[in-house]
């Protein structure tokens, strides 16, 4: 489409001797932005149209963003925006007070040749502020590499240009500001009919795990969200089933994201391994060593086409800073769409390029504040796994707390929810009791016994433990653990096994 609208508007503002706009200082469209306002005061419902597209900071012209701010506050209350009830709103303004505005407001509407195409004139208004706005931000990054700052590295000045280009391609805006406490509410109930409409009144992404689901709602834009755990208690395993859950479900009122998965630990072909295990229910091990049948294989190829298209993203570059990761993500949610961040696991992650922490807990710090300002800037919610200190290993009770994770009380400070995952058939597996001196065969024999109960009770389950939730209770989950296909589902609930299982 042209954006050459000057056949059609009214010209208001000098011209010099080639019929162009003196102004040129930066890019503008002064005829359209008149047509539109001429063409909104003389039908209010163009708003409607194109609200989504046009905000009073659009225009180049101050006064046309003034009229265009006052009549939509006018519209939104229900009441007429036309040159009569604008006038007392504009003259109001000090910054104005020598414009003949009366006479203005009349040229607009007399000046109109059609309202039909007011939505070209919002487009080209749109434009020429994003021309602007690009204008501005190559000044920054020409000044930021002429006269560096010693304590910022290229690196860190190309992130920072990266995350402007972000900002304005997502928002339009590099700082959205202040935002009118109406805006909050709609956004606020908006989220509240979602979950009423969803079958899980889920608010947020799924988990999967329906009471994990019914215990934090879905996971929710903007949060930040800890899955800790000593080593072998299955953090990864509980993180991928999740993600992939979020990538590909197709559970009624639940809707599949994109997602970004960092493996600082495991490789991109170790974390497939465990996808493919899970999705096909084909012990893992088998799979690696290819120890398969044919029945097996046929089905192991089944879940592999059920599975390739899913938007479901790997990024197992060792030793990643979180600017590299937050730069990777941005990218990604400007191309493809980004729904969910994984990390696994924050410890393995470096400071952000240029910075250099006096000590480890300062710059985990750094990290987790990264990364809930990343949550925050690109909407989503991010899942990071943590581990925790071996404090654990030495109580009775191996139940672990938020006093137990690992090198920086940020990690509970920053977070939106933190949770544990906890095995309790792994560390009776290693405790098997042994009989103690001086101790009768009858005493020991209970020990044992009791040992062997609460091993059984304890076998292919699984606790996940809600310690912080900002948002809502804490409580725990009992899940269902597969090991050998690196796998949480739901507990089998006894009142719907069969007879004399």
Known sequence: MSENKNDKTIALFPQNDAGVNSVRSMPNNIAAEQNYLGALLYDNQVLDKTNDLIRPEHFFDPLHGKIFESASKLIIRGQVANNVTLKA?????????????????????????????????????????????????????IRDATHPDIEHSAFRQIEAAEQHLFNLAEKDSADVGLRPFLSVLTETIKRAEIAANSDGHLSGLSTGLTGLNNLLGGMHKSDLIIIAGRPAMGKTALATNIAFHAATTTR?????????????????????????????????EN??????????????????????????????????SISQLASRARRMKRTSGLGLIVVDYLQLLQAQIGVKPENRVQEISN??????????????????????????????????NLADLRESGSIEQDSDVVMFVYREEYYLSKSEPERKDNETTEKYNERYDNWTKRLEKSAGLAEILIAKQRHGPVGNVTVQFEG??????????????PENF
Do not use: C, W
């Not at 104005?96 to 080209?124: M, P």
């Not at 089944?302 to 938007?311: D, K, L, Q, S, T």
């Not at 796994?385 to 071996?390: A, V």
């Open 89 to 141: 709103l504009i003259i109001s303004d000090p910054t104005i007070s020598e414009i003949d505005v009366d006479n203005y407001l009349g040229d607009l509407i007399d000046g109109i040749i059609s309202i039909s195409d007011a939505l070209d004139y919002a487009q080209i208004i749109h434009n020429n502020y994003l021309r602007r706005e690009l204008i501005r931000i190559s000044d920054t990054i």
């Open 252 to 284: 009624t009122g639940e809707k599949a994201a994109p997602v970004a998965f960092f493996s600082l630990e495991m490789s991109a072909e170790q974390l497939g391994l465990r996808i493919l295990s899970e999705r096909s229910e084909l012990d893992s």
């Open 287 to 320: 799979i690696r060593r290819g120890k398969l049948k044919t029945e097996e294989f046929n089905k192991l190829v089944n879940a592999n086409r059920e599975i390739n298209m899913a938007p479901f993203f790997i990024d197992d570059t060792p030793a990643l």
């Open 367 to 400: 990290i987790t504040r990264s990364l809930k300002a990343l949550a925050k800037e690109l909407d989503i919610p991010v899942l990071a796994l943590s581990q925790l200190s071996r404090a654990v290993e030495q109580r009775e009770d191996k139940r672990p």
């Open 484 to 497: 050998r296909l690196t796998k949480f589902h739901d507990p089998i609930s006894s009142d719907y096994l």
